[in-house]
């Protein structure tokens, strides 16, 4: 049984670039919610995808982008990247609605630094 | 923003020690549960304790939950030199159908052998 898979695991980008992260839900889940985790904090919600649809987003600007595939597995792109925006970016699996049993499964990250 | 705080921020014991750690959080909720993550790894899920219940084991895990003072604890008990991570709380809103995670800022155990 697959778990949720990301990639690339590190990446490294100069300011004004643009960059496009992957993940795989854990097999049989059909939502994917990425997340944000600076350095020494804890993850914010940047957003979730259920029916290749944007559901719930957090306080994040609009250069930050997702999409989700009908194989349920999701991008996120940051364009116009600044130096701020490095961090782990986390993208974590469930279902959706009363399916859920509301635990979160997430993938090992991709670690994005900003030049 | 972060709904839930971490309390301590760090913690250092001794391998077979009892490891207590606190939460507070903002607003209603429909659960709060404790996450582990190891050195800039992914999470994994430790324990979900509904808004209803009060109090749930799992293994060496204990977690309380106090909604009147809005706030949490975890206890590891006999630790072991592999409990070493930080460990973070993170609620659910209720009535939302998807799972929007708020998480705190963690507290960082070290146990040493």
């Known amino acids: 049984d697959a778990g949720v898979t990301q990639s690339p695991t590190h990446l490294i980008k100069t300011r004004g670039q643009q960059v496009t992260l992957r993940c795989s839900p854990k097999s049989g889940h059909d939502t994917v919610s990425w997340y944000q985790q600076a350095l020494g904090q804890g993850p914010q919600f940047i957003f979730q995808?259920?029916?290749?649809?944007?559901?719930q987003r957090g306080n994040f600007p609009d250069r930050f982008s997702g999409h989700q595939f009908p194989n349920y597995s999701s991008e996120l792109n940051v364009n116009a990247l600044l130096l701020g925006d490095s961090a782990l970016y986390l993208c974590?699996?469930?279902?959706?609605?009363?399916?859920?049993?509301?635990?979160?499964?997430f993938g090992e990250g991709s670690r994005l630094t900003v030049l | 923003s972060q709904q839930g705080e971490e309390d301590p921020q760090a913690l250092s014991i001794q391998e077979g020690e009892n490891a207590t750690m606190n939460c507070s959080y903002k607003?209603?909720?429909?659960?709060l549960q404790w996450y582990r993550q190891n050195s800039g790894r992914g999470l994994v899920h430790l324990i979900l304790?509904?808004?209803?219940?009060r109090e749930k084991h799992s293994g060496r895990l204990r977690v309380t939950l106090d909604t009147s003072k809005k706030s949490s604890s975890l206890l590891i008990t006999a630790s072991r030199a592999a409990d070493t991570a930080s460990y973070f709380c993170?609620?659910?809103?209720?009535?939302?159908?998807?799972?929007?995670?708020?998480f705190g800022g963690g507290t960082r155990v070290l146990v040493k052998p």
């Open positions: 304790i509904r808004s209803n219940e």
């Open positions: 993170a609620t659910a809103p209720p009535g939302a159908a998807g799972n929007k995670l708020t």
């Open positions: 607003t209603s909720i429909n659960n």
């Open positions: 974590a699996s469930s279902l959706w609605g009363l399916r859920t049993t509301g635990e979160l499964f």
């Open positions: 995808y259920y029916e290749e649809e944007e559901r």
